[in-house]
């Protein structure tokens, strides 16, 4: 995939004619097909001919290549339709990815939207994120800069109660086994997840964590498999929250553990950029020209660059390269990316002098 990626990312055109799908699995065929039919006609309104036809090939082969499909694979489907308008060559690209799609999204631009694929190629290093508690467990991964929810876990397990003698001991008896049974089918979920990593050689830890002792007692009893056992990372991590707020929190709360992970490292030099425009100590760069007068002096530490195919910020990027300015590239699955693309359209940088 990483050679089909690189002559993707070669693509451009000069009007949005390529075409971008992603399709997650259980998504309906017939509904994607469906919208691309309503796409097509919208199309019709382009004025400009060549730009037209263009966009209503990709369109139309697009749903050509769907509509033998009766199910959409485990990991979803991914297209890639267009005209080089340099060559006036054709292609049409569908495949399943090797890992899975986990958002619904249509497009048609100037280039391909190859982003939500890199972190599949490029990302080399997996680690697992476990909350648990008494009847309640969230699975997720950490892959890149990237947290994904892999599944949120509830089940039935009572309170105290009033009950005394005999009944009282029952009903402790039940409470133990529902408790049991709901660590048991939470620790085969993680096996079903994590365990394809680890055979893919890409798992490097797991955190575990949750607000009270089950993570402990999760941790100590051989709810997992032995091998992803021996990866969990410690200590244990205290935390509050479910969900992706939990998983969050633990990334946070594990920088120790995590240390050079990318995730961790974005969220760093995000506090960092925030703590130096508070100070207002001339160490935070940003603007087109500011950014590449910075680098050439050799001033700048790192770059944060918001990932949404800008053509300048893809500029900046390559003479990134040219000065071994690192350079980090977040998209929505950070929480501040928003307020870099706003606030910086998209590209901001920490210096290391002032200039």
Not at 20 to 38: A, E, H, T
Not at 51 to 60: F, K, N, P
Not at 198 to 207: F, P
């Amino acid at each position: 995939m990483k050679v089909l990626l690189r002559e993707l990312k070669k693509w451009s055109a000069p009007a949005t004619v390529l075409l971008s799908l992603y399709i997650p699995p259980g998504r309906p065929v017939s509904d994607v097909v469906n919208m691309l039919r309503q796409e097509a006609s919208i199309s019709q309104n382009i004025k400009l001919k060549r730009t037209r036809d263009a966009v209503e090939s990709a369109i139309t082969t697009a749903i050509d290549r769907l509509v033998p499909i009766t199910k959409v694979p485990e990991n979803g489907l991914v297209l890639f339709c267009g005209q080089n308008f340099d060559t006036d060559e054709f292609k049409c690209y569908m495949f399943s990815p090797p890992e899975k799609v986990t958002i619904y999204f249509y497009r048609t631009d100037k280039q391909f939207h190859t982003e939500f694929l890199e972190d599949m190629v490029e990302v080399s290093e997996v680690y697992g994120l476990l909350i648990v508690e008494r009847d309640q467990g969230t699975i997720g991964v950490l892959r890149g800069s990237r947290i994904e929810v892999l599944e949120e876990m509830e089940g039935y397990v009572p309170g105290k109660h009033m009950m005394g003698g005999q009944s009282q001991r029952r009903i402790d008896r039940i409470i133990e086994e529902l408790y049991h049974e709901f660590l048991k089918s939470f620790g085969e979920k993680v096996n079903s997840y994590l365990l394809p990593i680890l055979e893919s050689g890409r798992l490097k830890g797991i955190l575990l964590g949750g607000p009270g002792y089950a993570k402990k007692e999760f941790y100590d009893s051989d709810y997992i498999d032995y091998r992803l056992k021996k990866l969990i990372l410690l200590p244990l991590v205290d935390l509050g929250y479910q969900g992706e707020v939990g998983l969050r929190e633990m990334v946070m709360k594990s920088k120790d553990l995590l240390r050079n992970q990318k995730y961790v490292e974005v969220e760093d030099l995000i506090e960092e950029l925030k703590f130096h425009l508070a100070k207002d100590d001339g160490l935070v760069v940003y603007g087109k020209d500011e950014i590449s007068k910075a680098m050439q002096m050799g001033a700048v530490d790192s770059l944060l660059i918001f990932d949404d195919g800008n053509v300048e910020n893809e500029k900046i990027m390559q003479e990134a390269e040219r000065y071994g300015t690192k350079v980090y590239l977040v998209g929505e699955e950070i929480p501040e990316a928003e307020w870099v693309r706003k606030t910086f359209n998209g590209a901001v940088g920490k210096l290391r002098f002032k200039i």
